[in-house]
């Protein structure tokens, strides 16, 4: 497919840009008792089914007892799609379902039948930390630059939305954003610590094809396309912060921030992040399990987002102290890489001290609780040297 999107990327746009009746949107905004998920019984989907959200989505939702069809890459894919395979539901209430977010349809069938779609695919993840990038520039089809992968997800976000509108059985979307979509820049921060659901990134300074902003795009998009959907589904968006916690699979070891803890497992200093901001965590378990919760609650709203986070904070440099108590015997990183975009190690801004994120919308919706630091981080490091194959460095 070509990379200079035209039509698809202006008609995004101006579908959100649309005005949308007082009635229209009082009917989308309150809830409805057919969009909610029933506790057990139901056909769902999963999309990125074979990622870290995604395949603890599948289990958790297996454990409810639903039927879900796990949406993959390759489902001939073993190194990625093996330890579905390997869940004692499949091919029954588990099946695998191959698609290419990024074409027309490709959720058609999928879709037909079920009741709930949990949607954490996202195609810049394909060239997050710890991805093979050429192989993924490769399938990409061409130079994956930030307008590129922007337009692209744009463009699969309104493929999903169609795929939903032909269905006569879908609900509710719950989408996976990001805390990217709401933190703000580093004045407003610094102005207001504060972080909530109302908050903002600014274009300006992420840019205005960046992830941050693609993903904020998108969450107006699905709300809009929702609101105007004359009742018949609901959107839900849920923005994960800094996930860690166990993973399901030797290839999750090797990803994102559990693929820099990892590396702190084995010795090597992670990447500091730019402004050397800490790590505001949360365990893969409670995105999932919220995520669910929120298909199943009465009472959210269309088109809310909920920030789905411990509260918890870490400098990077102070895990491998953290994981040092926890196992004596490793010998952990305790200090950091420079940012690949800055190329030395810059000072931990003080302001950081006092940023702190609230999770009190998610817990007073659906009476979340989040698992402590020890606990996601004990978990996270076995599952890396268990699952993982992570091998860490010893005393």
Known sequence: A?????????????????????????TAMSPDPVHVLPREGSIVVVTGAAGYIGGWLVVKLLERGHTVRASVRDVNN????GFLKAMPEIGGRLSLHAADMTVEGAYD??????????????????????????????DFGGEATAQALNEHALRSSRFLVDS???????????????????LPNFRDLIARPSVDETREPGAIKVGEHSY???????????????????????????????VIGPVLAQHQAAESWQGKLAAIL????????????????????????????????????????????????????DL?????ELYPSYQCATTVAPPAQTKEVVRREPFWIRVHLRNDKVVNAIGMSFHSFDDTLRATVESLTTVGGITPNLK
């Open 109 to 138: 069938k999928m879709f037909e039948g079920a009741h709930t779609v949990f949607h954490p695919a996202e195609v810049f993840m394909s060239f997050m930390f710890g991805r093979a990038g050429d192989a993924a520039e490769k």
């Open 320 to 324: 491998g102290p953290r994981i040092m």
């Open 78 to 81: 073993d190194s990625k799609v």
């Open 2 to 26: 070509s990379l200079r999107l035209q039509d698809p990327v202006v008609q995004f746009f101006k579908l959100c840009a649309l005005p949308v009746s007082q009635q229209t949107l009082a």
């Open 164 to 182: 939903i509108n032909r269905t006569s059985t879908v609900r509710r979307l719950i989408y996976t954003s990001s805390i990217a979509a709401i």
């Open 212 to 242: 941050a902003i693609t993903k904020r795009s998108t969450e107006h998009f699905f709300a809009y396309q929702a609101s105007i959907s004359g009742g018949r589904w609901s959107a839900i968006v849920a923005n994960p912060s800094d």
């Open 266 to 317: 084995r010795g090597v200093p992670a990447e500091q992040e730019l402004t050397g901001r800490p790590w505001l965590l949360v365990d893969a378990r409670d995105v999932a399990e919220a995520e669910i919760r929120l298909a199943e609650s009465p009472d959210v709203e269309s088109g809310q987002r909920f920030m789905l986070t411990s509260g918890d904070t870490v400098f990077p440099e």
